[in-house]
């Protein structure tokens, strides 16, 4: 006779075996505590054979499955039968993402989740070009206050200044994050062209002055008392 053996305390089918004859009772066997000899019913896919109140119940099994957690998606297992992953915040389905999240029993896409996730990467973005920005004039601000920048360092140092208002607009801006358009750095090597054009084009033009001053000074045009001189003579 085939005899099946549960634990004590919870009835989980513990395993079977052939039952020991009883050596008084030729033709009788031997049933030790905890144990049946009623038959198993048959299993199904994660269940697992409970004896309850004089007989087999099938209750959930999920040892071996990997499992999530609902409120973090993270990984998690079942070590015992009998216990369902809804009834200790577990299911079966992967988390598809950081931004869903578990509501009505199952993942849901999260629209607080999806406007934080693109603030917080367009955060981390302004932050990132604003820090470039302020490498690039650190230290300048008291030597500009102070004038002790060169033409071409002021138009520098303006340059990336003007930077930094247009990424803090950008970040003021109604439609921040949903819609960015993010200024273009300055182009430092242009800006510095820009300058010494401009101070050649000046220094240019102080030479033709001066060129014209000159000339101006070695043939001076006539006075008016030199024609008056000139129409008493003729007189």
């Not at 369902?84 to 629209?111: E, F, M, N, Y």
């Not at 000339?215 to 006539?222: F, G, H, I, S, T």
Request: net charge negative; with cysteine.
């Amino acid at each position: 006779m085939l005899i099946h053996h549960y634990d004590n305390q919870t009835g989980q089918y513990c395993g079977s075996q052939l039952a020991d004859a009883d050596p008084r009772s030729p033709g009788r066997w031997l049933l030790p505590a905890f144990a049946t000899d009623q038959v198993l019913p048959e299993r199904t896919a994660e269940t697992w054979p409970f004896f309850r109140d004089g007989a087999w119940v099938m209750l959930p099994d999920f040892r071996g499955k990997v499992l999530y957690r609902t409120d973090t998606g993270e990984q998690a297992e079942i070590v015992a039968p009998g216990i369902r992953p809804q009834d200790i915040g577990l299911t079966v389905d992967p988390r598809p993402s950081d931004d869903h999240v578990w509501k009505d029993g199952t993942w849901r896409l999260s629209a607080e989740q999806v406007a934080k996730r693109a603030r917080d990467e367009a955060m981390a973005t302004f932050n990132g070009k604003m820090e470039i920005a302020r490498q690039a004039n650190a230290g300048k601000a008291d030597a500009y206050a102070a004038g002790l920048l060169s033409d071409v360092e002021v138009a520098v140092f303006k340059a990336w200044a003007a930077y930094q208002m247009d990424l803090v607009r950008v970040l003021s801006a109604p439609a921040f994050p949903e819609n960015i358009d993010w200024p273009d750095e300055p182009d430092v090597e242009a800006v510095k062209a820009q300058v010494l054009a401009e101070q050649a084009a000046a220094e240019q033009l102080e030479k033709e002055r001066a060129a014209e001053a000159a000339a101006a000074e070695a043939d001076p045009a006539p006075s008016n008392t030199d024609n008056a001189e000139v129409q008493t003579a003729d007189t």
